[in-house]
Antibody, heavy 121, light 111 residues
Framework: EVQLVESGGGLVQPGGSLRLSCAASGFTFSSYEMNWVRQAPGKGLEWVSYISSSGSTIYYADSVKGRFTISRDNAKNSLYLQMNSLRAEDTAVYYC??????????????WGQGTMVTVSS | QSALTQPASVSGSPGQSITISCTGTSSDVGSYNLVSWYQQHPGKAPKLMIYEGSKRPSGVSNRFSGSKSGNTASLTISGLQAEDEADYYCCSYAGSSTNWVFGGGTKLTVL
């Protein structure tokens, strides 16, 4: 079964750091581009970051640029998001999402269940 | 980059058809045939329903269809069923500087 499982969320104080992980299974992880997408409580979806299959190309939303770092370990079938200098407005459910590749170009075809990040003092 | 514009809510009765619009700009929806639509039930992860504007992934009902005209994309759901009640989000690729932009979401109520 194709699956993405996020972990690492929790409660953190403003200015703090957190590292999210996303474990992939059921597909050849190293062949797919990956993304992080977040959803603030009661709000819509917001794309956060992209990483190419090799990790050589990375993009960020302006709202997190300079504070968040996306990375991947293809040997461990894992995607990461290092979040520093966290703000209250970063409070959200964070989803890892697979880019559909040649099958579903530039669409997010597989999503994890999400991990909640709460930034509060 | 501003979010794409969707109506906050739409409703319809079982068996009817509804259409959700998604308005962007010439920098996103108007420039790329890369609009996707997602269905999200409460407390669940989003599910891909339409990609490349009008294509359905395997397993998605043919009651769901997508189209685009200029800077506006649309999702149509025909033969409404109770299980279609959910939030729907559009998303467009917007180039290498902005990458992806989502709509604000539309809550579909099946009366």
């Amino acid at each position: 079964e194709v699956q993405l499982v996020e972990s690492g969320g929790g409660l953190v104080q403003p200015g703090g750091s957190l590292r999210l992980s996303c474990a992939a299974s059921g597909f050849t992880f190293s062949s797919y581009e990956m993304n992080w997408v977040r959803q603030a409580p009661g709000k819509g979806l917001e794309w956060v970051s992209y990483i190419s299959s090799s990790g050589s190309t990375i993009y960020y939303a302006d709202s997190v640029k300079g504070r968040f770092t996306i990375s991947r370990d293809n040997a461990k079938n894992s995607l990461y998001l290092q979040m520093n200098s966290l703000r209250a407005e970063d409070t959200a459910v964070y989803y890892c999402a697979r880019d559909g590749g040649y099958d579903y170009e530039d669409a997010f075809d597989i999503w994890g269940q999400g991990t909640m990040v709460t930034v509060s003092s | 980059q501003s979010a794409l514009t969707q109506p906050a809510s739409v409703s319809g009765s079982p068996g009817q058809s509804i259409t959700i619009s998604c308005t962007g700009t010439s920098s996103d929806v108007g420039s790329y045939n890369l609009v996707s639509w997602y269905q999200q039930h409460p407390g669940k992860a989003p599910k891909l329903m339409i990609y490349e504007g009008s294509k359905r992934p395997s397993g998605v009902s043919n009651r769901f269809s997508g189209s685009k005209s200029g800077n506006t994309a649309s999702l149509t759901i025909s033969g409404l069923q109770a299980e279609d009640e959910a939030d729907y989000y559009c998303c467009s690729y917007a180039g290498s500087s902005t990458n992806w932009v989502f709509g604000g979401g539309t809550k579909l109520t099946v009366l």
